[in-house]
């Protein structure tokens, strides 16, 4: 079976992608997919890249590294506010500290776009997937989901800044979007998708 170790610590992003790569079969045989704590693999990365594409590629060859005859797969993603010149962009996990919850972190947003008018709080969420293949090669897909920046917290699912995070088409933010409505219009189901694509064509 072939294996496919992606190389995330958050398990948010984890659902997501168990949901995104259901049933992917390469080559004939079903892949398995792993997180790196199932892999038992236990590092920490430096992400010192400067775009969401750098710090993919940074984290799936440094698990790549680790892993012999698997594929690993890695997200970089984050929010980026238009009015606030892309902040906090591929800061997005580290902005006022990783430790700190997404109440306050998305708080913190919400007021400094205090006063803002709908039309200037465009945002977006990006997502940079790298996979390093068992040859050493690696390639990147990217996908983005416009949305604005809401005045509250609104909706349970989802993690992180999806609370704060409203997709005009659907009068929602992506908190209160089901798991594969999510999915289906989303930055990471966009670009897991065209990743999907590539293995399911090219290996
Ligand atoms: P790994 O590096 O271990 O994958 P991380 O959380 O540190 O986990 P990133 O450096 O890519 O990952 O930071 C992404 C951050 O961007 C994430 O922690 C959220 O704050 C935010 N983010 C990304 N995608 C999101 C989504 O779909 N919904 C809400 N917030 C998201």
């Known amino acids: 079976m072939q294996r496919i170790i992606f190389a ?10 168990r949901r995104i790569l259901e049933n992917l079969t390469i080559k004939g045989e079903l892949t398995q997919i792993l997180s790196m704590k199932d892999a038992g693999i236990d590092i920490d990365i430096e992400e010192n890249g400067t775009t969401f594409e750098e710090n993919a590629v940074i984290k799936a ?3 790549g590294a680790e892993a012999k005859d698997a594929i690993v797969l890695a997200d970089d993603s984050g929010l980026v506010i238009d009015h606030l010149n892309g902040e906090p962009g591929i800061y997005s996990a580290r902005y006022m500290g990783e430790d700190t919850s997404y109440r306050i ?4 947003l ?3 776009l205090s006063g803002v008018e709908d039309e200037k709080r465009t945002a977006r969420f990006v997502c940079a997937i790298a996979a390093a293949m068992p040859d050493g090669t690696v390639f990147t897909e990217t996908g983005t989901i416009e ?11 989802g993690f992180g800044y999806d ?21 289906e219009v989303s930055h990471r ?7 999907r694509k590539r293995l399911e064509e090219n290996v």
């Open 8 to 17: 995330t610590g958050n398990q948010g992003k984890m659902r997501e992608i």
């Open 189 to 195: 189901g966009k670009a897991l998708r065209a990743v």
């Open 147 to 157: 949305g604005r920046i809401g005045y509250e917290e609104k909706g349970e699912n």
């Open 105 to 108: 972190k998305n708080a913190s």
């Open 163 to 183: 609370p704060i995070f409203y997709v005009p088409e659907y009068g929602k933010t992506t908190a209160e979007l089901t798991e594969d409505e999510k999915n």
């Open 110 to 112: 919400i007021e400094r």
């Open 61 to 63: 060859k440094a698990v």
